[in-house]
């Protein structure tokens, strides 16, 4: 039911945004003003009626997902009206938005995106500190190391009693814009900030990467986080394969490469599997 109402907000969210695309050139701008304004609170007094009538929330998720997409949609077509530049505080108002609807009605997936949209305007705005433009952010990924460090330890010094699952979410999300910040250097140097030279960069993040995603397994085993020790399970495998291609693909047969990457596998296969014994019944 959870994937349904997905799939559900997800395929209502859609329709809404290419329906405004199909007739958004034949209503006058006074009516288009009025229709942003409106629609996401129509749909906000749609998840709250959805909520008032519900214990499981499937259709305030769905609806919530909507109100979402509206705002979004309608923030960047009121931009576009009124030929606005583009500013990184756009995502700060659509990370309290998010964030809102997410502790309003206890949703996974709008937290989710209020993190990252958080995310997003804290790096824009840094780098737009130095006289860059703030979509540089993409290509500069390191200023989301801190950012993404921070979002991932936030539930020890905010308690989620209410919402024991918002704490899985703020790790996933902020461990992602970490391993994300990371990634990007490792395969192209050019993309930090570091003084030295593109080889170098790439061999130290990559060396880096290991070491995050291996502290990110232990401290998921010792607190018994099992998403935690999925995604780092996850990303140590993405970088120990990047070193790899790196140390053999140019000099080994690649037959042999490929059979010693599928013994890598298997032997991963089964330290994974030891791993997964030891978190049976643990939190997410």
Same mark, same amino acid.
């Given at each position: @039911? !959870?994937? &349904?109402?997905?799939?559900?907000?997800?395929?209502?969210?859609?329709?809404?945004?290419?329906?405004?695309?199909?007739?958004?050139?034949?209503?006058?701008?006074?009516?288009?003003?009025?229709? $942003?304004?409106?629609? *996401?609170?129509?749909?906000?007094?749609?998840?709250?009626?959805? =909520?008032?009538?519900?214990?499981?929330?499937?259709?305030?998720?769905?609806?919530?997902? #909507? =109100?979402?997409?509206?705002?979004?949609?309608?923030?960047?077509? &009121?931009? #576009?009206?009124?030929?606005?530049?583009?500013?990184?505080?756009?995502?700060?108002?659509?990370?309290?938005?998010?964030?809102?609807?997410?502790?309003?009605?206890? +949703?996974?997936? *709008?937290?989710?995106?209020?993190?990252?949209?958080?995310?997003?305007?804290?790096?824009?705005?840094?780098?737009?500190?130095?006289?860059?433009?703030? %979509?540089?952010?993409?290509?500069?990924? %390191?200023?989301?190391?801190?950012?993404?460090?921070?979002?991932?330890?936030?539930?020890?010094?905010?308690?989620?009693?209410?919402?024991?699952?918002?704490?899985?979410?703020?790790?996933?999300?902020?461990? $992602?814009?970490?391993?994300?910040?990371?990634?990007? *250097?490792?395969?192209? /140097?050019?993309?930090?900030?570091?003084?030295?030279?593109?080889?170098? #960069? %790439?061999?130290?993040?990559?060396?880096?990467?290991?070491?995050?995603?291996?502290?990110?397994?232990?401290?998921?085993?010792?607190?018994?986080?099992?998403?935690?020790?999925?995604?780092?399970? =996850?990303?140590?495998?993405?970088?120990?394969?990047?070193? $790899?291609?790196?140390?053999?693909?140019?000099? @080994?047969?690649?037959?042999?490469?490929?059979?010693?990457?599928?013994?890598?596998?298997?032997? $991963?296969?089964?330290?994974?599997? !030891?791993?997964?014994?030891? +978190?049976? /019944?643990?939190? *997410?």
């Amino acid at each position: @039911m !959870r994937i &349904v109402s997905t799939l559900g907000g997800l395929a209502l969210c859609t329709a809404v945004v290419l329906f405004f695309y199909r007739y958004w050139g034949l209503i006058p701008i006074p009516a288009q003003v009025t229709a $942003l304004t409106t629609a *996401p609170l129509a749909a906000l007094a749609g998840a709250g009626f959805a =909520a008032r009538r519900e214990t499981t929330l499937y259709f305030t998720s769905l609806i919530a997902l #909507v =109100a979402l997409a509206a705002f979004v949609f309608d923030l960047h077509l &009121v931009g #576009v009206i009124f030929n606005l530049n583009p500013s990184p505080n756009a995502f700060l108002a659509w990370a309290i938005f998010a964030l809102a609807l997410a502790y309003r009605y206890g +949703l996974r997936i *709008p937290l989710a995106a209020g993190l990252a949209s958080a995310l997003i305007f804290f790096a824009g705005t840094v780098i737009s500190w130095s006289g860059a433009w703030w %979509e540089g952010c993409t290509s500069r990924p %390191e200023w989301f190391l801190l950012a993404g460090a921070l979002v991932a330890a936030a539930p020890s010094w905010i308690p989620h009693r209410r919402f024991p699952e918002f704490a899985g979410v703020y790790r996933l999300v902020g461990l $992602l814009a970490v391993y994300g910040a990371i990634l990007a *250097p490792s395969v192209d /140097g050019g993309a930090s900030y570091l003084p030295f030279h593109h080889e170098t #960069v %790439e061999r130290l993040y990559q060396f880096v990467g290991l070491a995050a995603a291996a502290a990110a397994i232990w401290i998921g085993i010792r607190r018994q986080w099992t998403g935690t020790v999925n995604l780092g399970a =996850a990303a140590f495998v993405v970088f120990l394969y990047i070193r $790899l291609v790196e140390w053999w693909w140019d000099w @080994m047969p690649h037959y042999l490469f490929f059979l010693i990457i599928g013994l890598i596998s298997i032997a $991963l296969l089964a330290a994974f599997q !030891r791993v997964r014994g030891r +978190l049976k /019944g643990v939190r *997410p």
